[in-house]
């Protein structure tokens, strides 16, 4: 019992915050407790339930005690009003030893009711306290949850600025291809224009327009011999 007291006394120490902040995983460290706890409400309920079991058992012997003494007291008046002394004497020496033996009982009861109170105390402490343990389990657990959610939240907003990162470098590799293709192009139209005989143009320009006169001219030669002319 007394080993289920100091480890009930560490468990419900100011500290225990302290010792879940440092444990790797505060739920498992918990559930721990929780159990060491359970294990020890049996315990401290079958050692109340027996300490319940001597008070209950002090009384009994107590109370019968009282009873015999009255009944002694009883019988001796009625001794006494029969006129038989000496049985009043025999009764009265049976209650003064009653009487002695009662003063044993108190003492036993009154300590058997005072153990037994602290147990029911210690009893339902523990089991107070379990369930608030138990409530603080939940809360605990669900702030873990929350912490696992944002951890996978800031990784993912991580890697979303990443992309965002690659997005902005890809853009700027695409308008240096696009600034080189303008020059590329800047520089053909350069040699196109570099290259180019204004004379041979001239030529190309007069001879087609030979080509098309000489056309005309067939086309009214073959009208004129249709008679279409």
């Known amino acids: 019992m007394a080993g289920i ?11 225990v915050n302290a010792l879940l902040e440092k444990a790797e ?14 294990s020890d409400l049996g315990k401290v309920k079958a050692e109340t339930a027996a300490v319940m079991a001597s008070e209950t058992q002090a009384k009994r012997k107590l109370t019968e005690c009282n009873e015999e003494i009255e009944k002694m007291t009883a019988y001796a008046k009625r001794a006494i009003e029969a006129g038989n002394d000496n049985d009043a004497r025999v009764f009265l020496e049976k209650k003064a030893a009653l009487v002695e033996k009662q003063a044993g009982l108190s003492q036993a009861y009154d300590a058997a009711a005072a153990n037994a109170a602290k147990m029911r105390e210690m009893h339902d402490k523990l089991t107070k306290d379990i369930r608030e343990l138990q409530e603080r389990k939940d809360a605990i657990k669900t702030k873990m949850a929350v912490a696992k959610t944002q951890e ?21 590799m ?3 291809a696009n600034r080189m293709l303008d020059e590329a192009n800047a520089m ?12 041979a143009e001239l030529e190309a ?3 087609q327009d030979q080509k098309s006169a000489g056309v005309e001219d067939e086309l009214a030669r073959m009208k004129a011999e249709m008679g279409l002319a």
């Open 5 to 15: 007291l100091t480890r009930f006394k560490d468990i419900m120490a100011a500290n």
């Open 25 to 38: 995983n505060p739920e498992k460290m918990i559930d721990q407790y929780l159990r060491n706890l359970e």
């Open 152 to 172: 996978k939240l800031n990784k993912l907003q991580s890697g979303m600025a990443s992309a965002g990162s690659n997005m902005a470098a890809f853009d700027r």
């Open 174 to 176: 695409e308008e240096k």
């Open 188 to 199: 053909q139209e350069l040699n196109s224009s570099k290259n180019s005989d204004p004379i």
């Open 205 to 207: 320009k007069y001879s």
